[in-house]
């Protein structure tokens, strides 16, 4: 299967798919005009990948500075797809990357823990970027 | 009009807006106008959730606006031109322009984003219960309902995921303040106003 890279917009996150070492991120800012359209190729790789995936564990890491309320709902199907993975028995980890002056995202990453008692969340804070308000 | 505009200017002060725009509305103005907003809070020393918050309550408003604005700017004609008039409906959607109005200001000690748009009469009554009905929830309430909703599919008026409301209640720091203004037999004017 072949890698997906979608590379980051001032308003769309840098998304990489790799099948080899079964490992995905998200990185950057998401508020798509049509967040749908925008993450219907990520779900749909994802799909095909679960369907064939032999690996046994999976890891996510989501490094997202700023998202709107319909990337968070994508979010909850991303880990809906992922919870059901985890209840074959698959191991799938997922770290939640946050600013240490945002604790709107640390409740975000902790809300998210809260709903997806299967997978495995670490919550993980990182300094603030050089110029935390560059866009 | 070129003797008034300063009153014009001055009215928005009063008010305490620094930012406003009225007109059509796209993703690209709004996200250079998030990007001025969030450089003109920084030198004002505002704090950084305070400064992610405004712009996210300004993303969340310009976003409804763009997808549930009553007032559209379709220049039906030049899109038929541009797509040989096969599919006129589908050519006009992706150049449509959405019409409404953005605020930011500061009063009291806190920033606060007004906006407004027009929507359809038949539209009123159900989201001026759903709005009330977040007026009337606490914190935790809300959460526990933000959660819920989220687990919902999306119904089919809702091109976000009808989220976002709840999410800028949660993160106002007093109960969203809203409006509807009845202007003709099919339009109201709606707006709202969060504190952050």
Known sequence: MEKLIIGATNYTPEICLDPDSSRISVKGKSYPENTAEFYSPVLNWLENYLDNAHSDSLTISFDVSYFNSSSSKVFLDLFDMFEAEADKGKTIIVNWIYDKNDKDNLEFGEEFQEDYATLKFNLIQKESEEDPFAN | ?196
């Open chain 2, 1 to 196: 009009m070129v003797q008034t505009l300063y009153d014009f200017k001055r009215d928005l002060s009063k008010r305490g807006i620094f930012l406003s725009f009225s007109g059509p509305i796209s993703q690209d103005l709004m996200v250079e106008m998030g990007a001025t907003l969030k450089q003109k809070m920084k030198l004002e020393d505002a704090s950084k959730s305070s400064v992610l918050r405004v712009f996210a309550m300004v993303v969340e408003n310009a976003q409804n606006i763009i997808h549930y604005s009553a007032e559209k700017y379709p220049r039906k004609k030049q899109n038929e031109k541009a797509c040989g008039g096969e599919d006129p409906v589908k050519c006009c959607e992706s150049e449509e322009l959405s019409l409404g109005i953005i605020t930011v200001g500061y009063e009291e000690g806190y920033y606060f984003v007004l906006c407004g748009n027009m929507i359809e009469n038949e539209k009123v009554k159900g989201l001026k219960e759903k709005l009330s009905k977040l007026q009337g929830m606490n914190k935790d309430e809300l959460k526990q309902f933000y959660k819920a909703q989220r687990k919902q599919k999306p119904d089919k008026t809702s091109k976000g995921g009808g989220l976002g409301f709840i999410e800028m209640a949660r993160k106002a720091s007093r109960p969203i303040e809203f409006d509807f203004k009845k202007i003709d037999e099919d339009l109201s004017f709606f707006s709202v106003k969060i504190i952050i």
